[in-house]
């Protein structure tokens, strides 16, 4: 069997030869209008799904499909996404996507007529078999936009860049949700997907003519073996984490995904260490930063993500705002991060990552703790303020540890590194909305009893156990009395503002973390391992 060995990397090529061939900024305009649709889907989905249970005739379990699908496939394809990219060049891969994600966006907006063409094949099954495939194709650009800025911004502007990118990000994430209930509610359900075409086209357009092409010349094959044990280990874990809460954790299902995925990742390990060509390096998380940035990535994800998940059913079950105007409520973090990304670029090349991450990370505690304090009736500058400590918080944080993972890794490795990171933030992702959801469901089934008083004495089991789950969505089940409504949103918000608290210290803890990073650009001509 032969051993595992690390050679020199290759020595990286010069940006603009890599890269652009011309101006990066256009490099970065280019990449973010293809990941912007990937953003805007990630929101206006949540925004359409009422509308499309009622026309489509979809239930719960479809609905819930209608994300898990996509988020199955993003976070299952991304690493190896990403090693496609380095090997056969990331202009190339990131146009494929770019393409089919949109071509797979005006497919789910025709989803209604597609058993016309199709026998056999429902609305709501066309629906999910077409977001599995956007997610696939959205895998593919992103590691692939990460890369191509990698590799077109010299070290000292890497920063400024990735500050840009978060503020790009940022803008389509406010725009997100207004865009979305805006078509939703003038103009139909159909429309926030078929909205990526244009967007795809003038991606595409402006990719074929700004980019350059980039690709390691000296890799020449995709590792299979690997890429079956990382994409089981991946699907088994986020399998896991989506239906975990359905079956109960200790439930014999849970565990056995659980085993399955240490089983997959041990064989993943030990197959990279003596693999001839490896579709991720272990060498890669030998630096130190790399491996630090990734748990720092999926430790924010988990605290922001989780937390902001119930934000969504308090301003719409609790308060009864309409879509439009919980989005709303949500700019002051979106368009705050427009603003603080930059900044936190800027600062990071200042101050280098350590002080600013950190800082950020102490920011972002603060806003979490102020949303543990939320009434029942706030306002909307009682929310507005912690939403925008938020952005401030959470700006450095992704922009830093972006930098570093992506920046630290060689340039014929950025694929891989950009599909790292952005697996390492959809896994934290769905790690804190499920064990914060657990939370959350545990603290409501104490509290409620108790806010129902004597009424709940006389509350069948089965009743009880439907006004938790209710609860748990800040909902209130049609033609129960006053008492027990508010009751219902009482309870909630214990859940809720314990999640907060929770994410309160995980934020404290990473804070930590961010004393063991340094800045990115440091591993060119660095050992990799290759076989």
């Not at 041990?266 to 998380?285: C, K």
Request: charged letters at 10%; a neutral charge.
């Amino acid at each position: 069997m032969a051993q595992a060995k690390a050679v020199d990397a290759p020595s990286s090529p010069g940006p603009t030869k890599v890269g652009t061939g011309g101006n990066p900024w256009l490099v970065l305009l280019a990449v973010s209008l293809g990941v912007i649709m990937v953003m805007l889907d990630g929101t206006v989905v949540g925004i359409a799904n009422p509308v499309i249970q009622v026309e489509l005739k979809a239930s719960l379990s479809d609905l819930q499909w209608v994300t898990s699908g996509y988020l199955l496939a993003l976070a299952v394809f991304l690493i190896t996404a990403g090693k496609l990219g380095d090997l056969f060049g990331h202009k190339r891969v990131f146009l494929i996507g770019v393409a089919g994600f949109a071509v797979s966006s005006v497919g789910i907006g025709l989803s209604a007529e597609l058993p016309d063409l199709i026998p056999g094949i429902s609305p709501v099954g066309a629906l999910i078999a077409l977001r599995v495939l956007q997610g696939l194709f959205g895998a593919l650009l992103q590691p692939a936009a990460l890369a191509l800025l990698r590799s077109a911004f010299p070290g000292e502007k890497l920063n400024q860049a990735m500050g840009a990118w978060g503020a790009i990000i940022g803008l389509s994430s406010a725009a997100g949700p207004i865009v979305g209930g805006v078509l939703v509610e003038n103009v139909s359900w159909q429309s926030v997907f078929f909205i990526n075409a244009p967007v795809g086209i003038v991606a595409l357009v402006m990719g074929i003519f700004l980019i350059k092409d980039n690709r390691v010349q000296t890799l020449a094959r995709i590792d299979w073996l690997g890429v079956v044990l990382l994409s089981g280990a991946m699907f088994s874990l986020v399998w896991t984490i989506i239906k975990a809460p359905e079956w109960g954790w200790g439930d014999s299902t849970t565990l056995t995904f659980v085993a399955a995925f240490v089983v997959l990742i041990a064989g993943f390990i030990f197959w990279q260490s003596r693999a001839r060509q490896p579709l991720v390096p272990l060498s890669l998380f030998r630096n130190p930063s790399i491996s630090i940035g990734t748990v720092l990535m999926m430790m924010v994800a988990f605290a922001m993500f989780g937390a902001m998940f119930f934000l969504g059913f308090f301003f719409q079950g609790v308060h009864g705002l309409t879509p439009l105007e919980a989005g709303l409520r949500m700019l002051p973090m979106s368009a705050g991060m427009i603003v603080a990304s930059p900044l936190a670029g800027m600062a990071i090349g200042r101050l280098g990552p350590k002080i600013t991450m950190a800082a950020g990370l102490l920011i972002t505690a603060l806003s979490m703790f102020l949303m543990s304090q939320l009434s029942i009736d706030a306002s909307f500058i009682e929310s507005g303020i912690p939403f925008v400590l938020l952005a401030f918080g959470l700006s450095p944080v992704f922009v830093g540890a972006t930098e570093i993972i992506v920046g630290n890794a060689p340039v014929e490795l950025s694929g891989v590194a950009g599909g790292v990171q952005q697996s390492a933030m959809q896994v934290g992702g769905a790690l804190g909305t499920a064990i914060l959801g657990a939370v959350m469901a545990g603290e409501i089934s104490s509290k409620l009893p108790g806010y129902l008083g004597p009424a709940a004495q006389e509350i069948p089991a089965a009743q009880m156990t439907a006004l938790e789950k209710a609860a748990a969505f800040g909902a209130v089940p049609p033609g129960v009395p006053q008492q027990i409504g508010e009751a219902v949103h009482m309870s909630f918000m214990d859940g809720m503002h314990l999640a907060f608290l929770v994410s309160t210290a995980i934020a404290v803890l990473t804070a930590a973390l961010t004393l063991f990073v340094r800045a990115g650009r440091k591993t060119e001509g660095a050992p990799v391992h290759m076989g």
